[in-house]
């Protein structure tokens, strides 16, 4: 198991949270987690795991931070 | 330190400027022109209040209305302000504040793009917003406002639709471009078309409490990191619609980035996005690659 700390932002804070640090089987992709937090893959706009760029396919380490952001285009 | 990519000085006429600048000089109040005198100028000289903006600033005279500015902003970084074209893309909930701030910081040219007229459900955010403009071009109502404010600003209104086939042409002679767009797809072409102009694009967005800003420098693809996944998509925006404060918030940010390219001070938001939430009042920034 990794020990994954994530955060959420904007809309996606919603009936969820915004920081938790979260248990994930060893291997565990970033689609994963998102499908697990009942996150959409449209609703997950811009992603960074330790403050890097990241995509849906992109797999966990122990201890990351993974961060998610909805997108956000109003003007 | 970041470094301007763009010139903004052009040769001046000196010959035409003398004698109004020694007029100039007789009315000013110390290096401070009054209003009534920029005005007498230009009618006594044939000018325009620009052109009797720039005048006074190339002799190193503040006109009154920036008094308050130069703690912030010097004489030099006034004559920087008023020889630069900003383009505004939209002029709905952010482009609003933003010419409207942009007007009264004194920057020279602003082309203020939106092909949309104003509807009943705008009332609640856009600042160019009035009853008495409900079904009236948003762009003309910016250039408007501009001129109540700031008649030395000149504003180009364009009632057209930017995208990546107009906007060359939309953008000719402009030298930093502000994102008061409300669609994804059309942000992204504003981003390839500054890219290819390579000029600076300072990016806002809101939806509902929160929202988002970022300064494209030439070079950099930022907006294609942050919406690369759902460039086709509708933002949370339209689930959330927007409340009055956040267009003012993000588009005062804007702005700020907007005043920090031109006089090449301070640290803009490059390469990396500042997220604003309003709910939880939290500001935060984030490296994004480029």
Not at chain 1, 20 to 26: A, L, V
Not at chain 1, 49 to 61: K, M, Y
Not at chain 2, 173 to 190: K, N, P, Q
Not at chain 2, 265 to 270: E, L, Q
Request: a negative charge; hydrophobic letters at 45%; aromatic letters at 6%.
């Amino acid at each position: 198991m990794i020990h994954v700390v994530v955060k959420l932002f904007a809309t996606l804070r919603e009936g969820r949270f915004a920081e938790e640090t979260r248990e994930y089987q060893s291997g565990s992709d970033v689609a994963g987690v998102i499908r697990d937090l009942g996150i959409s893959e449209k609703e997950a706009a811009l992603i960074l795991i330790n403050g890097r760029h990241a995509d849906l396919s992109t797999q966990l380490n122990d201890q990351d931070t993974l961060a998610i952001f909805p997108p956000v285009g109003g003007g | 330190m970041i470094k301007t990519h763009w010139q903004f000085f052009r040769p001046l006429e000196e010959d035409s400027v003398a004698d109004v600048r020694i007029y100039l000089k007789s009315r000013a109040q110390g290096d401070v022109l009054p209003w009534a005198a920029q005005r007498a100028a230009a009618a006594s000289y044939g000018m325009t209040v620009a052109a009797v903006e720039e005048a006074a600033l190339t002799a190193g005279l503040l006109p009154a209305r920036y008094q308050r500015n130069r703690k912030t902003f010097s004489t030099d970084d006034q004559l920087k302000f008023f020889r630069t074209t900003v383009a505004v893309v939209g002029c709905g909930g952010l482009g609003g504040y933003v010419v409207e701030e942009l007007a009264r910081l004194g920057i020279g040219r602003i082309v203020a793009i939106d092909p949309d007229v104003f509807e009943e459900h705008n009332l609640n955010r856009q600042l160019l917003a009035t009853v008495e403009r409900l079904g009236t071009s948003k762009a003309e109502a910016a250039a408007a406002r501009v001129s109540e404010i700031n008649p030395a600003v000149s504003v180009i209104a364009l009632k057209e639709r930017f995208s990546k086939e107009n906007g060359l042409r939309l953008f000719e002679g402009v030298h930093i471009a502000v994102d008061a767009l409300d669609s994804i797809f059309t942000r992204l072409e504003l981003a390839d078309v500054c890219r290819q102009l390579t000029i600076p694009l300072v990016h806002g967005s809101i939806a509902g409490w929160y929202g988002q800003v970022v300064s494209q420098l030439p070079g950099d693809s930022t907006l294609h990191t942050m919406y690369g996944r759902c460039a086709e998509g509708a933002g949370v925006e339209k689930e959330l619609g927007n409340p009055s404060f956040t267009p003012a918030v993000v588009a005062s940010l804007e702005v700020a980035e907007v005043a920090k390219l031109i006089v090449g001070r301070g640290a803009p938001v490059r390469q990396a996005m500042l997220v604003v939430n309003l709910l939880d009042m939290e500001f935060n920034k984030f490296k994004i690659g480029c």
